[in-house]
């Protein structure tokens, strides 16, 4: 039977390690941890695991730590989570399975809890954390594993909560500067640095930077569909809103199956619209028909997407569109179809119209 491996890296990480690993109980055969320079009870809390237990002394490359914590794993099969991650669903048969099937890279669904202007939000990504001994990582930060293997998707749902009300771009800006200076024309380390931008309300930081992805895109990448959705965003956040026609234009057929595409293009119609009402009033069809082609969607597997942007951010959208072109009724109706998925900012809109 194949030998299944925890492999982490972990620094301070008191406060959520145990529900990681208590997640992990059962399913995995040996836990290794290599640690950076823990100065709370991490250690001591793993150790209780029956972790083996490495020091590591930070070179500010997570490629190189994680490639460091999987030699001393001794499994057939490595496992990769954050301390900050957890198994959230039952998936030892999924994992085994893919196990016996050999030969490939798993890749698991992460539900990212994240803050958004109306309050929690969820997105969903898929990443490859479960593969055979001998593969390995590159880069400095957002390493990518290193193999020609096929990756298939698992049945493994993973949360994560490490950026929600948390920053981490103190440590990752500086460290996604250094792969910008190094390939200053690697459109992945702009997209990167620009969500980092984003987080601490940097937007022309943000903008600048999502536009140099843009245009260093090959369009294969996985990370395009989020690339180009990001990069309107970043037009609406700057204020910079130029090139968002030209740009949905020429996504619109690529993406025409993305529900954050049809939600974000939305999004920008009004933004627009406010800029020079004159000028871009013939647009104002768009904007319904942008949320109700996310509904015709529905919520996807088949992308990297925030959660709620086939269904009840869509309805919601909606409503406020009908509310602020005058028919309430509509917007009310639509209101309480996104409140069936207890989306709160669509209760209050309800209580405010139902008791005026």
């Known amino acids: 039977m194949n030998k299944l491996s925890l492999v982490m890296i972990v620094k301070n990480e008191e406060a959520v390690i145990k529900r990681c690993l208590d997640s992990v109980k059962g399913m995995v055969d040996e836990i290794v941890i290599v640690d950076t320079g823990s100065t709370d009870q991490t250690i001591e809390i793993a150790r ?41 669903n039952d998936c030892t048969k999924a994992i ?129 569909s989020n690339t180009v959705v990001d990069y309107l965003y970043a037009m609406i956040s700057s204020k910079q809103l130029d090139e968002g026609l030209a740009v949905i234009q020429s996504e619109a057929a690529r993406l025409h199956d993305f529900p954050d595409f049809h939600f974000v293009s939305g999004q920008y119609y009004l933004e627009l619209i406010l800029s020079d009402t004159a000028k871009y009033v013939h647009l104002l069809p768009r904007i319904e028909q942008s949320y109700l082609k996310c509904l015709e969607l529905g919520e996807t597997d088949r992308y990297d997407s925030v959660i709620g942007t086939g269904s009840f951010s869509a309805l919601h959208n909606l409503g406020v569109y009908h509310e602020v072109t005058g028919n309430t009724q509509q917007a009310v109706a639509y209101y309480r179809e996104a409140a069936s998925y207890g989306y709160a900012p669509s209760e209050r809109r309800i209580a405010a119209l139902t008791n005026m």
């Not at 930070?58 to 900050?84: E, I, K």
């Not at 109306?118 to 969903?124: D, F, K, L």
């Not at 390939?183 to 987080?199: L, M, R, V």
């Open 48 to 88: 209780a695991y029956g972790a083996s237990i490495h020091h590591y002394t930070w070179n500010h490359h997570f490629g190189d730590a994680r490639n460091y914590a999987l030699q001393h794993s001794t499994g057939d099969w490595n496992l990769v989570l954050d301390a900050d991650e957890y198994i959230a």
């Open 96 to 224: 085994r399975e893919l196990m016996e099937r050999g030969n490939c890279i798993g890749r698991v669904k992460r539900i990212d809890k994240f803050k958004d202007k109306e309050g929690v939000a969820y997105a969903q990504c898929y990443i490859s954390r479960l593969f055979p001994a001998g593969v390995r990582y590159e880069g400095r930060i957002h390493e990518q594993v290193v193999s020609d293997l096929p990756r298939v998707r698992l049945g493994v749902e993973v949360g994560h909560d490490g950026y929600y009300e948390a920053s981490r771009s103190d440590r990752n800006i500086p460290l996604l500067q250094m792969e910008i200076d190094a390939q200053q024309n690697n459109p992945y380390y702009h997209y990167q640095i620009a969500k980092e931008y984003n987080g601490i309300e940097n937007f022309e930081q943000a903008h600048f930077h999502l536009k140099k992805a843009y245009n260093g895109l090959t369009k294969k990448e996985m990370y395009y």
